[in-house]
């Protein structure tokens, strides 16, 4: 006689601050999908396919340690916006499929998603738990950082909502020591017309070391600018100038408005000369905003230049698109 094996059914609930449709859409676009599905720290995502419709499959094959670990399930039931449900494995651990429900309902201004996983043996319970909870916070954050928008022929705009207080946010743009986590370190005087050095070396953002890719490796050793500060009104708002000459100099200007417990940071980088040039920025910034919101979260942010690789394939396909939009100024 055969034992039936001991199973578990595991519940995760999240709020998000976004409609139902965005964050039903997120399992479905590969896009999107391969920047918090199955994601890990160390690990980096080498496929993603996806059939997005009853009766399709998925693969999304994670690479940890130079071994790819495949996930893979079929989709069972496909209501946008309310309900997901698909089957799930991975090949490598175990022959079973179990099924996995997303149920999105709205909530406020945004929606509460509860997922229901049915069928998950009891010794791998707690880490299959663990895993989901850290899914949805990596859907969370992947909705929260939309890529650069091109709002002017040599103008882009990223907006990120960050865990507040604005007070706190604001040090990590203003203190040095604080900057350099992130992005890059200078003194910065609290004045218009103030001059600081800024000093990047990407490498020394990463928290997991690994060595550099040959193909960074002439954007990797450390690089000072001189920045003439044009605007400085604690805790709302940072503009400078980022250059070592004025025909040359670009304008970036960085915001923080409150939003409930959150803070939207809206950063505008103006004077970019050159489309190849607007798409290397936009991957930059993307990359360092990335790290800061990782900090803000109290989060392990990992490694730039894989963070970096990730985002260039993204831009890679088309991601910098015009948007009409009113600036700040």
Known sequence: MTTAPDTRTLQVTRTFAFPPERVFDAWLDPAIAQRFLFASP?????????????????????????????????????????????????????????????????????????????????????????????????????????????????????????????????????????RGKWFGTGVIQPKAGSIFTLYMRNSDLSTVKEPTPPQYAKYDTGHSSECTVTEYDPPRALAFLWGDSSAQQQDVRITLTPSGENVLLRLTHRRISGTGRMEDFAVGWQTHLGFLANLLHGRDPGNFWKAFAANEAAYAKGKLQEKKTATER
């Open 42 to 178: 160390t690990g980096e995502i080498v496929r993603v396919e996806l059939d997005p419709r009853v009766g399709g499959r998925f693969v999304i094959v994670r690479r940890d340690n130079g071994v790819d670990i495949e996930h893979a399930g079929e989709y069972l039931e496909i209501d946008r916006p309310r309900r997901l449900v698909f089957t799930f494995g991975v090949p490598k651990l175990s022959a079973q499929f179990t099924t996995v429900n997303l149920d999105i309902e709205p909530a406020g201004d945004g929606c509460k998603l509860t997922l229901t996983h049915q069928g998950v043996l009891r010794e791998w319970a707690d880490r299959t738990q663990e895993g989901w909870g850290m899914i949805l916070a990596g859907l969370d954050d992947t909705i929260r950082q939309p890529y650069a928008a091109l709002i002017a022929p040599d103008t882009i705009l990223l907006e990120r909502l960050l865990p507040g207080p604005v007070e706190r946010v604001w040090e990590y743009i203003a203190d040095s020591e604080k």
